[in-house]
């Protein structure tokens, strides 16, 4: 969670909305990415969805079974999805997200019952400073003159 935080931060240095996501299999990373929306223009390039994306090319796969992806914000209802599509074996995520979350918060995507696989999941894991980046964030935005 430490190297998504990382992500995060260097996203917040480019602009872009703070959230970090890393992938692991057997304990090493092999993916990790920022959210990207603004720099690719890209409504789809969260870091969820790039971290993904990443590792199913390391894996030649889009099945990312025995994989757990770290991620500072917890995922909207597109990355949720995405990660059930995957076949993603766990979830770590730190800060809620209560308006738009879609695993604890507002909807529960990954443990629908119509999906035909679960996804495990973590929650509130180094959850403190994921959220105070996204807070100081929005705050410095909010303190600029548009």
């Given at each position: 969670?430490?190297?998504?935080?990382?992500?995060?931060?260097?996203?917040a240095?480019?602009?872009?909305?703070?959230?970090?996501?890393?992938?692991?299999?057997?304990?090493?990373?092999?993916?990790?990415?920022?959210?990207?929306?603004?720099s690719?223009?890209?409504?789809?390039?969260?870091?969820?969805?790039?971290v993904l994306q990443?590792?199913?090319?390391?894996?030649?796969?889009?099945?990312?079974?025995?994989?757990?992806?770290?991620?500072t914000?917890e995922?909207?209802?597109?990355?949720?999805?995405?990660?059930?599509?995957?076949?993603l074996?766990?979830?770590?995520y730190?800060?809620?997200?209560?308006?738009?979350g879609?695993?604890?918060?507002?909807?529960?995507?990954?443990?629908?019952?119509?999906?035909?696989?679960?996804?495990a999941?973590t929650s509130?894991?180094?959850?403190?400073p994921?959220?105070?980046?996204l807070?100081?964030?929005?705050?410095e935005?909010?303190l600029?003159?548009?």
């Amino acid at each position: 969670m430490e190297r998504a935080l990382q992500q995060a931060r260097q996203a917040a240095t480019l602009g872009e909305v703070p959230v970090g996501a890393v992938i692991t299999r057997d304990g090493s990373v092999v993916a990790e990415a920022h959210n990207q929306m603004e720099s690719i223009p890209d409504a789809t390039a969260h870091a969820e969805m790039l971290v993904l994306q990443q590792a199913a090319r390391w894996a030649g796969s889009w099945r990312l079974d025995g994989m757990t992806l770290y991620v500072t914000l917890e995922p909207c209802p597109m990355c949720a999805g995405a990660m059930v599509l995957a076949r993603l074996q766990r979830l770590v995520y730190g800060a809620s997200d209560p308006k738009k979350g879609a695993v604890d918060s507002v909807y529960d995507v990954l443990h629908h019952p119509a999906n035909n696989h679960r996804v495990a999941v973590t929650s509130g894991l180094l959850a403190e400073p994921s959220a105070v980046l996204l807070r100081d964030f929005f705050a410095e935005r909010r303190l600029r003159p548009a």
